[in-house]
């Protein structure tokens, strides 16, 4: 910020916001409105002051960019500012006949006060709620649905930040109250935010401010009302106290599982993993799981397949003794798509992929012989985003199932999908090593042809990117043999690789290959190290860079992690050389980690980092300059901040700058 001025952000572009239309405005067109060019914009006021006036414009495309720019403006303004001159502006947009300002309005009330709050003491706290809160409960109450969804979203995403006194006063006030409201709408949106903002209101409150009011909800005449308290009595149940959710809200739960509509019936499926938390573990056995069958075999196709989709969530929330062959039965049974009255549904097995690793880490290894099947039923689903799904997650698996189990039942998984789409090949080799780990030696071993493979990956450089950045793991996983002759190779050649992002990827991996290096003291370290210091004096720049983009992952690495004097014998002198390249991306890359490398011990009256810095210091190029910590409020903030105006003057500025330099 230079001026008052937002740096990026251009106030006066009413007349183009990306995504907005002129066409809807009620006002667009009111020829008793003063003419856009009528009204006054002062190149002199700052971000705050146009946004004051541009909040009482007469055209809604500049309200409605001011509005958009709350969250930024807040950003740049002291608490005290905002209180005083941006957040009682709020009020009108609040209020604005435009429905697109309104849902702005809404949209910027959690990022603005998320930015706001932390910096603000008690005191300020509570005046910026006494300002803000009127705003949510208008929004809350507009007549424009998708003005109050977004309402309920940033109320949602914002009070949890505020003290437990000022969420009971006014806010749970507030939401009682619409509780009570003769609006339908109104008992929903209070429904859907008692059930959101129970986990920051602690058990007691929740008991004697929330639990009261779902009751009623949930024996409201209109459906939709019981609906939402289906959906969210889970939610309400899981932060009260296990006694209290057992003996008061159960009871209300099964009620609603059993009422005459549908959607009521489905939302109770869809919230069952919630309410199992709340319960006692003979509770759940006992009452809670004949649910689950009832609602699999529940007269409406919907319903059924709710509960199939929430089936898998349930099982994770029990413990290993409560899941019952019956519910693994239900579970496996939607890998082919013809479940229990779903016959030929195609989403079951994309539902029961996403949550089979959840389902394995319930049962554990044990439990396998009673899923193998089905897993194998999804490794060959036509459908490939259930294939794509499993692949993603074949790591997990793996790491449950152990060596033994890995090998016998996911192995031929791994091949298969290894020749599938694109799409589904990634997924294990984006966690190749972690899947590999999860092998013992031999099995491993396997694979190596495979690790060769990807290097030479033409058609896809995303895949030789994936075996980059996974390098540092491979070399700790196989044999010494097989790191110096077929990791360390290719190593080399990515480190080559005709695409940056492969290059800085495998760049990242050095530390973790120099501490495998050093850990079993291998005989050819040396000639390694050697050869990437022939990095820094290649004709070629993009290899150069690389060389620099090396050192400073290494000045990067956590202190206990860095190597002082190996850097400063291996890596070092070779820094130096790079500090005087005639290419100035390299020698910003240099400048940065000088910079960083005279913080650490010992290095900042090191000669070879004392001469690097002579030489950067002098150097005349104007990032690599700042860099190096010398400001030279060059740029177009600087030039307006110092009333440089013309193209010859600029230039002549930045002559004398660079030569005073």
């Known amino acids: 910020l230079q001026s008052g001025r937002l740096d990026g952000f251009d106030w006066r572009a009413a007349w183009w916001v990306e995504g907005m239309e002129t066409e809807g405005f009620a006002s667009a067109d009111n020829r008793d409105r003063l003419p856009e060019e009528d009204e006054e914009d002062n ?129 749970l006030e507030c939401v009682v109250g ?102 006692t573990p003979d509770v759940r056995r006992e009452r809670l799981l004949p649910l689950v069958e009832s609602f699999t075999s529940d007269v409406s196709r919907w319903v059924r397949n709710a509960a199939f989709q929430h089936l898998g969530p349930l099982i994770a929330t029990l413990s290993a003794e409560e899941v019952t062959p019956q519910l693994l039965q ?31 880490l319930t049962v ?22 259930v294939r794509r799904t499993l692949a993603f997650s074949m790591h997990e698996v793996a790491l449950i199932l152990g060596p033994e189990l890995t090998a016998s039942s996911l192995l031929d998984a791994m091949d298969t999908f290894l020749k599938d789409l694109d799409e589904v090949k990634i997924g294990v080799l984006q966690n190749l090593a972690k899947i590999l780990g999860a092998l013992d030696e031999e099995a491993r071993a396997r694979y190596v042809d495979l690790v060769c493979s990807l290097e030479m990956e033409s058609d896809n450089w995303r895949f030789r990117h994936l075996l980059a950045v996974q390098l540092g793991d491979l070399f700790s996983l196989f044999s010494d043999e097989t790191v110096e002759t077929e990791l360390y190779p290719i190593f080399v050649k990515l480190l080559r690789d005709p695409v940056a992002e492969v290059r800085n990827g495998a760049a990242q991996q050095l530390g973790q290959i120099l501490k495998r290096l050093k850990e079993t003291n291998a005989p050819w370290r040396d000639e390694f190290v050697s050869e990437l210091s022939e990095f820094a004096s290649d004709d070629c720049f993009q290899v150069r860079l690389t060389y620099a983009f090396m050192c400073n992952h290494l000045v990067k690495l956590e ?103």
């Open 330 to 360: 239900l579970f496996s049974s939607m890998a082919s798509g013809k479940c229990n009255g779903g016959a030929g549904d195609n989403e079951m097995p994309n539902f029961c992929a996403y949550n089979f690793p959840a389902v394995v």
């Open 364 to 385: 554990g290894k044990e439990g396998w012989p009673m899923l193998r099947d089905a897993y194998a039923e999804l490794v060959k689903d036509i459908q490939w985003k």
């Open 43 to 171: 190149d002199d006021w700052t971000d705050l002051e146009r946004f004051q006036n541009f909040m009482i414009s007469q055209h809604p495309l500049r309200r409605l960019v001011c509005v958009r720019g709350l969250a930024e403006l807040v950003h740049s303004l002291s608490v005290e500012d905002a209180l005083e001159g941006a957040l009682p502006m709020l009020e009108q947009a609040a209020g604005d006949e435009e429905s697109s300002v309104r849902d702005a309005l809404a949209s910027q009330l959690a990022p603005a006060l998320k930015d706001l709050l932390p910096r603000a003491q008690p005191n300020q706290v509570a005046k910026v709620v006494a300002l803000v809160w009127p705003l949510s409960t208008s929004l809350l109450q507009d007549k424009d649905q998708q003005v109050r969804a977004v309402a309920e979203d940033a109320v949602i995403e914002y009070a949890p930040l505020l003290p437990r006194e000022l969420i009971e006063s006014p806010v």
């Open 178 to 279: 619409m509780a009570h409201d003769g609006a339908e709408e109104q008992r929903i949106t209070a429904m859907k935010l008692l059930g959101e903002l129970s986990f920051a209101l602690g058990p007691d409150l929740v008991m004697k401010g929330v639990a009261p009011e779902v009751m009623s909800l949930a024996e409201d005449a209109m459906f939709r009302v019981r609906k939402c308290a289906a959906l969210y009595i889970g939610k309400v149940s899981r932060w009260s106290a296990k006694g209290y959710a057992v003996s008061d809200l159960f009871p209300v739960y099964l009620a609603l599982a059993e009422d005459e509509i549908w959607g009521v019936r489905k939302a109770c499926a869809e919230s069952i993993s919630d309410v199992a938390a709340s319960l």
């Open 559 to 661: 202190e206990s992690l860095f190597d002082g004097e190996v850097f400063e014998k291996d890596f070092l002198p070779q820094l130096v050389q790079l500090s005087s390249d005639k290419v100035t991306n390299i020698r910003r890359l240099v400048a940065n980690c000088v910079t960083l490398l005279r913080e650490k011990k010992g290095f900042g009256s090191q000669p070879d980092v004392k001469e690097c810095v002579e030489v950067l210091q002098n150097d005349k190029d104007i990032d690599v300059l700042r860099t190096m910590g010398k400001n030279l409020e060059l740029g177009i903030t600087g030039w307006r901040h110092n009333g440089v105006s013309s193209g010859a003057e600029r230039d002549q500025e930045v002559r004398g700058k660079l030569a005073a330099a």
